[in-house]
């Protein structure tokens, strides 16, 4: 540090309020600051260079732009003395803090001075030996303030408050509620038409190529220039993310979902998102633009999709068909055969049978898809007559029973067995403790005694999955109305539709012998797929009582 006297000393002011500091005190504003500053600069006979401020800023960041300034102006040699009113308005951030006090104004030749603190880094005081305890508390009370505010907003969401800085696409604030949704009914129907578009079968590329060939502006540019269309627009076209977005957002059927993402912490600032069932979601906060059964079309649409939209044809079993080997997504391309000319046809294929090492896959898809659909009209038939479907629903229901049975009886001998290995290491740790048994036989014994009871736990956990499938066939009274309303308005169908389709089937898997599993959504149309010769004797039925 120069040995300089007082008139030598160039000084920056350093002023700094935050949001929650300017709320609680005016003892912290920045006119007092100044105030308190400037008499200490006049009494001491300093002279000051410039005054540097930080309105609305939080000290736990030291990214501000006059205190950049403060350090722009130290490294150009233009002041050698700061002053604050006292630590805190230097920073809350302990560890940077110090950093500057102990490390960069040193290093730099620049005197520090915490007016309030009786901090001076020229002087040799006790007072700068405390300045790390009154860094660690000033820290201290950034991290309190900062979690009583982030409790104050997770309360505020959890009643249902719309605290998002900007309002979805269709709504607008509530003129005079805070914090409430209302419906901007002149954004309305393009909501509306974005939804049934989608649901009636067309791509995100196709509701894209809409909005931008009928010159509605973007929510962005909506945003900004409070026009819906514009024949001039530029920069603000749709985009295909944003189209999606809109279609997941649970704001279109009146609920409110927030805390999707929040920062790492008070200091770190990063954003990360929040898992789903850590959201805050609060239902039927506002009037809901689209009717919750064409958002749950939507939604199923979207699962089964994915995300590509870049294809020239939309296949009708597209996003339901998966390798049964590897698990994962099949896919369609066009192939064309050895002869000139000749059309391509779209043909089935794993794409990990490369990559992965899964088995090849060549299968003709329009010949799989046909078979699909005349599978899937002889089951719903097979179920619009009661009759037959009863028939044949009671025999595999038995089935279902037999395995529920045997299933809980292995359950039981399992528990059991853990019972009596507890039991077992309970007396042999008695036996231990009585000198009856020997340490190293208490360890070897006990270790084969663990091993085994870890093996019946996961038996245990896997059987239980087992019998919870199980259980979940006995389908209830909402989910037989469900399929019974599904199944007659499919039948009425002239052309299968792709939401019914998707709505009637969970996925289907093909493995490399080119064997066929279906895997409905509902257990009675599983319980009648799961024997295909049935369909033959059922045919034969149907056909004698002109059901067809």
Known sequence: MLDLSNEQFKVGMYIRLSREDGDKQESESISNQRNILQRYVKEKNLTLVKEYID??????????????????????????????????????DYIKTGFYIEEYFPKNNVRYIAITDDIDTYLDSNNNDITPFKAIMNDMYA??????????????????EYLCSTTAYGYKKHPSIRNKLVVDRKLQGIVKKIFDMYSNGQGSLEIVNYLNSHQYLSPLGYRKTGVIQDENKTGYNW??????????????????????????????????????????????????????????????????????????????????LYCYHCKRKL??????????????????????????????????????????????????????????????????????????????????????????????????YIDKLKGVLQEEDYIRISKKLIFERTKLNEQKKELIQKLSKTEEKVDNKNRKKEIEELIENFLKLEKIDKMYLYRLINKIEIDKDKNIYIYFNFSKLNSMAKNMDEFIRIEELISEKNVY
């Open 239 to 320: 985009n295909e993310v944003t189209i999606c977005n809109m279609l997941r957002n649970e704001v279109y059927i009146g609920n409110t979902v927030q805390n999707k993402k929040s920062v790492i912490s008070y200091k770190v600032k990063k954003i990360r998102t929040v898992e789903k069932e850590n959201q805050i979601r609060v239902n039927n906060t506002h009037e809901p633009i689209i009717d919750k059964d064409t958002f749950e079309k939507v939604q199923c649409i979207l699962k089964k999709r994915g995300t590509n939209t870049k294809l020239k044809y939309d296949y009708l079993l597209r996003g339901l």
């Open 55 to 92: 309105d609305g800023i939080s000290g736990t960041t030291f990214n501000r732009p006059g205190f950049n300034e403060m350090l722009q102006d130290i490294e150009n040699k233009n002041i050698n003395m700061v002053i604050t009113k006292d630590l805190s308005r230097l920073g809350r």
């Open 143 to 160: 991290k309190d303030i900062s979690k009583k505010i982030r409790s104050v907003y997770k309360e505020k969401q959890k009643q249902g």
């Open 331 to 428: 896919q369609i391309v066009l192939k064309k055969n050895s002869k000139r000319n000749s059309k391509a046809h779209p043909y089935i294929t794993c794409s990990d049978a490369k990559v992965r090492g899964c088995y090849p896959l060549s299968m003709n898809y329009e010949k799989l898809e046909k078979h699909i659909t005349s599978i899937l009209k002889k089951i719903c038939k097979i179920y619009a007559d009661k009759e037959v479907f009863e028939r044949i629903y009671e025999k595999y229901q038995n089935k279902t029973l037999d395995i529920k049975i045997d299933y809980r009886n292995k359950l039981l001998q399992i528990n059991k067995n853990i019972n009596e290995i507890n039991s077992n290491l309970d007396k042999m």
